[in-house]
């Protein structure tokens, strides 16, 4: 272990992204992806937060197959109660969430969900599941607020049907957590820290830095208790979620854990895992690694540096006398935070965050009449409040990344404007 | 808690469906300040996709 951790988890999520701030930029990437898919189709806040519909449009975004509409519709009919979280309750819901039940199965298995149809057995299950989010709330409402943000539906499983599993989420349907029929409120509680960790780090993963391809290039993680092998991916989220129970543990106190609770090893487990990330570092985006050191500790000397490769820079010749346009199939979103996602309907897409100067720029862009750099120039130095020397530096940087990603191109012009 | 809502159209064949990706940008590390940051999550398709807790009698698969 390197160091104690420095801060709590909700903390340390927050000075990366409020929650409210990460949701809705979260939303604004998957509304680009209508744009770009099903253009003038407008979601609804519940629709967008969906998981189903996330799960469509993920495959999507993957380069598996199109987008059906009527699906996403069908997909949101599906019937919930609200005991503190959506629990799925919709008869029909074996067809309907399909897709995580399918994806969290063990081999062999096809875990049934428990709903309204099985009368008082779901009506007590139901019980359970309002006192265990009133206790995490109790027991610790900060990490509630910071985590249950990013649930958007709990489904049940029958317990003869469940093949062993506590608990489950998926990278590929985001926001819906799955359980085995619960026995009590504390079992219910920690299973929202463990996933709902997991759904709190797909988030951050789509709209922060967090990993890229490069992850899957790192050597597997073989954890000591199990003997499991996982990929870098897998290991981060499996830290994150062993960090935040063994937050939520020490807040717990003197609640007697379940059998099967991983709250009395989750420090251990957690220490083990970062120890191991640590040395992987250098994999990790700028927002991962921050969340690693604050939680778990930083090795001395760690720095973050500043790209000097992704801040491509034009020539003084393009500069002086170039003018620009955005690329005709970019698409742009813009969250209420001011940041901007955009998009190309590229095969697989292609969907890029945008910081604070590269959202300005391409607001001032369009696709058709070419802007001059020159007229860029003016703009920034007003809008940036800066002299002219800092604001081309910046521009350079922002104008040669963009163009590097082709989200905007250079474009010739008789005149200058 | 979820509301029903029918989008509007049909989705439409997407632009230039076929173009090729700008290539990465070579050596781009964990860095802060990127004007421009690629999402390739939905990109990467891991194994299974599932993080899923079993009890420990099932449990090589835990998280």
């Known amino acids: 272990m390197v160091g104690s951790p420095v801060a709590s988890t909700h903390a340390l999520h927050a000075a990366i992204a409020p929650a409210a701030a990460l949701i809705d930029e979260r939303r604004a990437l998957y509304r680009l992806a209508i744009d770009l898919f099903a253009p003038g189709a407008e979601l609804s806040d519940n629709l967008v937060d969906h998981p189903i519909v996330r799960y469509e449009i993920g495959r999507v975004l993957a380069g598996q197959g199109h987008l059906d509409l009527e699906r996403l519709a069908g997909a949101a009919a599906v019937r919930v109660r609200d005991v503190g979280v959506a629990v799925v309750s919709d008869p029909a819901a074996a067809s309907l969430i399909e897709a995580p039940l399918r994806i969290v199965a063990p081999p062999g298995v096809c875990p049934e969900p428990l709903t309204e149809s099985d009368g008082a057995r779901f009506g007590d299950a139901l019980e359970i599941v309002a006192e265990g989010v009133r206790l995490f709330r109790e027991i610790a409402p900060q990490m509630a607020d910071d985590l249950l943000a990013h649930v958007s539906m709990l489904a049940l499983l029958k317990r003869e049907t469940s093949g062993g599993v506590v608990s489950a989420s998926s990278r590929y349907v985001p926001g819906i957590v799955l359980i085995d029929e619960p026995s009590t409120p504390l079992e219910v509680a920690e299973a929202l820290v463990h996933e709902g960790a997991h759904e709190k780090f797909f988030d951050l993963a789509i709209v922060k830095e967090f990993v890229d391809a490069r992850a899957e290039d790192v050597d597997f993680f073989e954890n000591s208790w199990s003997h499991a092998r996982w990929p870098l991916e897998q290991t981060f989220a499996a830290w994150h979620a062993y960090t935040c129970l063994a937050q939520f543990s020490t807040s717990a106190g003197t609640e007697p854990p379940g059998p099967h609770s991983l709250l009395p090893v989750a420090r251990a487990r957690a220490t083990e895992i970062g120890d191991w990330l640590l040395e992987h570092e250098e994999v990790l985006l700028s927002d991962s690694r921050r969340l690693l050191h604050g939680l778990h500790g930083s090795p001395a000397g760690a720095v973050m540096r500043r790209s000097e490769v992704d801040c491509a820079t034009l020539c003084d010749e393009t500069l002086d006398d170039g003018h620009f346009r955005l690329h005709p199939d970019v698409r742009i979103r813009r969250a209420s935070t001011g940041r901007a996602v955009v998009g190309r309907a590229t095969q697989p897409p292609g969907i890029f965050w945008l910081d604070s100067d590269a959202s300005w720029v391409v607001g001032q862009l369009n696709d058709e009449t070419p802007t001059s750099v020159e007229l860029l120039l003016s703009q920034a130095c007003e809008e940036w409040q800066t002299i002219s020397d800092l604001a081309l530096r910046r521009l350079r940087t922002t104008i040669g990344s963009l163009a590097s990603w082709s989200l905007i191109e250079p474009a010739q012009t008789s005149e200058k404007e | ?63």
């Not at chain 2, 999402?39 to 449990?59: C, Y």
């Open chain 2, 1 to 63: 808690m979820t509301t029903p809502n029918e989008p509007l159209r049909r989705p439409q064949p997407p632009h230039s469906a076929g173009a090729s990706l700008p290539p990465l940008p070579t050596g781009a590390g964990p860095v802060i300040g990127q004007p421009v940051s690629s999402v390739d999550w939905f990109r990467r398709m891991p194994t299974g996709g599932g993080t899923v807790f079993l009890r420990p009698a099932e449990a090589e698969q835990n998280d």
